[in-house]
């Protein structure tokens, strides 16, 4: 009767030790996905079908021999250029508006590549200026009188498709988000978060760094945000940065504007000229400005870039890799340009689509939701902006902050010393009522043989 009672508490024993084990792992995994970040999704969303969605599916349904782009006017509508009456009839059918020009964009491409084709003057670039049907060819004060020459010899063999001018500052790019990021070589700003499944990554400038720069997230070195992984500059423009913790924590779908303010990023596009656009960087926060040329190639002193989009949007050191977005839509990170914020300038940014199609990774988003616009940058920016807006307003984090991992997260005692207390627990007793089990079947076995061999 005593050992059926013993063999009864042994087994209650274990089967509590069990329970207890399941229950443990149980807090654990609740307590370490209850700190994960929610609602952000690694999809590219992207954006319901605008004017500029419009113009492009024309411009590609007619053919380039006979339209040359397409803009959004200022009162919303899509504007397609085309060759002749017989396509413009086309493009009214559709419900866009039309303008005849003298050029299609085959004739547009091929003055662009002879540009291109000639010896580099740095300080020189060039875009497809669609509203006015020309390649605009411009020169910053670098330009020396030579150089000014051969540029306009160049175009004048090309024709009158080419539009030449001067420009007043520098093309540079912007190194020296939108939150700051700093290395050795200089201070930029972070643009988008990405992923490729695995780990993530933030989004910025080529120019910024090579591989291997490591960044930090404050001057004194001691917040370590991740080191550059892959670059592409010159040619194109755009970096990743790997977090050093491999995730980009809580607030990735957002991008900060300034006095701790952000703009909820739910979808990807293509920029599209005559868009209202708003760019935020570490410098000089959040401005906004207008989409003005596409294809844009620009002679910086350390390389050219092709492929830019061309803004009204003013930039200053320090703001290059920063987001450019429109209402809640990534299209661009901050390249280079001319001018400053109190002046006014021209400034070049990297088009995402085409950075995230080369790197292979996805942005991250979040859903779309009815919350309120952010601010606009300015009063007198807002009027110019005419109905876009940055996007969705969002509280902006540090760029460090939430930048765990489930490892991390596993081994907090906030989040999960409760269960790993059960945990113990249970083992502790399934150790001890097998030692207790094995040690009476071992005195049982000797007091038996005792017996014989007595």
């Known amino acids: 009767m005593r050992h059926a009672r013993r063999r009864v508490i042994r087994r209650v024993t274990r089967l509590a030790a069990v329970g207890g084990l399941l229950l443990g792992g149980a807090m654990v995994t609740q307590a370490a996905m209850a700190s994960e970040s929610p609602g952000t999704s690694a999809a590219t969303?992207?954006?319901?079908?605008?004017?500029?969605?419009k113009g492009s599916a024309l411009v590609a349904k007619l053919g380039s021999a006979r339209t040359a782009g397409s803009w959004v006017d200022t009162g919303g509508r899509t504007v397609v250029a085309v060759t002749d009456e017989k396509t413009a009839a086309e493009v009214k059918k559709a419900g866009a508006e039309a303008k005849v020009v003298p050029y299609s964009m085959n004739v547009?491409?091929?003055?662009?590549?002879?540009?291109?084709?000639?010896p580099k003057v740095p300080g020189t670039a060039w875009a497809m200026d669609y509203r006015n049907n020309r390649v605009l060819m411009e020169a910053d004060s670098s330009v020396s009188s030579a150089g000014w020459s051969a540029m306009t010899k160049v175009a004048k063999g090309i024709g009158a498709s080419v539009d030449m001018q001067r420009t007043q500052g520098k093309f540079t790019t912007r190194i020296n988000g939108a939150q700051p990021i700093l290395s050795t070589g200089g201070r930029c700003s972070a643009g988008f978060n990405v992923t490729n499944g695995q780990d993530d990554f933030i989004l910025t400038a080529g120019h910024c760094g090579p591989v291997g720069s490591i960044w930090f997230a404050n001057n004194q070195g001691d917040q370590q945000l991740g080191k550059t992984v892959s670059d592409n500059f010159p040619g194109s423009d755009f970096s990743l940065v790997q977090y050093a913790s491999g995730s980009a924590g809580d607030g990735a779908d957002v991008v900060a504007i300034g006095n701790g303010s952000g703009v909820t990023i739910t979808g990807l596009?293509?920029?599209?000229?005559?868009?209202?656009?708003?760019?935020?960087?570490?410098?000089?926060?959040?401005?906004?400005?207008?989409?003005?040329?596409?294809?844009?190639?620009?002679?910086?002193?350390?390389?050219?870039?092709t492929g830019l989009i061309?803004?009204?949007?003013?930039?200053?050191?320090?703001?290059?890799?920063?987001?450019?977005?429109?209402?809640?839509?990534a299209l661009g990170v901050t390249s280079g340009g001319s001018g400053d914020c109190t002046a006014g300038g021209t400034t070049f940014f990297q088009p995402l689509t085409k950075a995230l199609s080369a790197l292979n990774v996805k942005l991250l988003v979040a859903p779309k939701t009815a919350a309120s616009p952010?601010?606009?940058a300015s009063p007198a920016g807002a009027a110019a902006a005419g109905a876009a807006t940055p996007g969705t307003s969002a509280p902006a984090t540090n760029t460090t902050s939430g930048a765990t991992t489930l490892a991390s997260r596993l081994t907090d005692p906030k989040n999960v010393g409760p269960g790993l207390l059960v945990i113990a627990g249970s083992l502790i007793a399934l150790v001890a009522t097998r030692w207790i089990r094995a040690e009476q079947d071992r005195k049982a076995f000797q007091r038996h043989y005792s017996a014989m061999w007595g």
């Open 108 to 118: 547009l491409k091929s003055a662009a590549g002879t540009l291109s084709s000639a």
């Open 310 to 329: 061309q803004t009204t949007v003013c930039a200053e050191p320090g703001d290059s890799g920063g987001p450019l977005f429109a209402n809640g839509i």
């Open 374 to 376: 952010a601010p606009a």
């Open 45 to 53: 969303l992207s954006a319901p079908q605008t004017p500029a969605d």
């Open 269 to 305: 596009a293509d920029a599209a000229v005559g868009e209202k656009v708003f760019r935020s960087g570490s410098t000089s926060g959040l401005h906004d400005g207008e989409v003005t040329a596409l294809d844009a190639t620009v002679n910086y002193p350390e390389g050219t870039v």
